[in-house]
């Protein structure tokens, strides 16, 4: 399978089910099987699933990637050792980051919701002009698509948590900001932003918000 198939929801799928760390194994970049260079894609989900991690309180340093061909039998093992050895130091995954198994599997619930939104975000404003290894590092680096990334990434994540906290039961803006430990201006216009793509709904009368019916 091309490792441009292991896309962010795997990744975090994988986290969510309690893997300490995961390794993508993809070919030499610029010897792709594929004509589509699928491991550029997979370079490319590699870099937004470190800062999907990191948004949420966990070690980026717990996705990892690497680059071989199908006769690097020793790279592959020497890959795979020395990953898991990190992955050791590193410890238990949330636990050693100071997170509770129960918050750690909402908050990584929450952003896999939204994944079919961060792949729209992705394409439409994540596209590396070059498909280099270099190219792709100066890109993620870049002053302007970090700022990208907090405003779209970090915003989506934001929702998802607010979605996920939603489907227990409707809640006020100063109830979410309460929980999630935000003002209430920021849940204002995350809200905003929510019920403009209809997936919220605001009861007048209660002053809560909750999904619209039939997305509970």
Known sequence: MCSGRVDLDLILKAFEVGHDGVLIGGCMLNQCNYVTQGNYD????????????????????RLGIEFMSGGDGKRLADAVNGFSANVKKLGPLGEAEGIGRAEMGEALAAVRSMTPWLKLVEREKLRVPERTEEGYHRFFASEETMRLMDEWIGGTVTIGRILHLLRRKPHSTGEIAGFLKLSPSEVARHMNTSS??????????????SLPLGQE
Not at 42 to 61: D, H, Q, S, V
Not at 196 to 209: E, K, L, T
Request: a positive charge; hydrophobic letters at 35%.
């Open 42 to 61: 997979a370079l490319g989900n590699t870099y937004i699933g470190r800062n999907l991690l990191a948004r949420i309180g966990l070690n980026p340093e």
């Open 196 to 209: 403009r793509q209809g997936w919220v709904a605001y009861d007048i009368d209660s002053r809560r918000y």
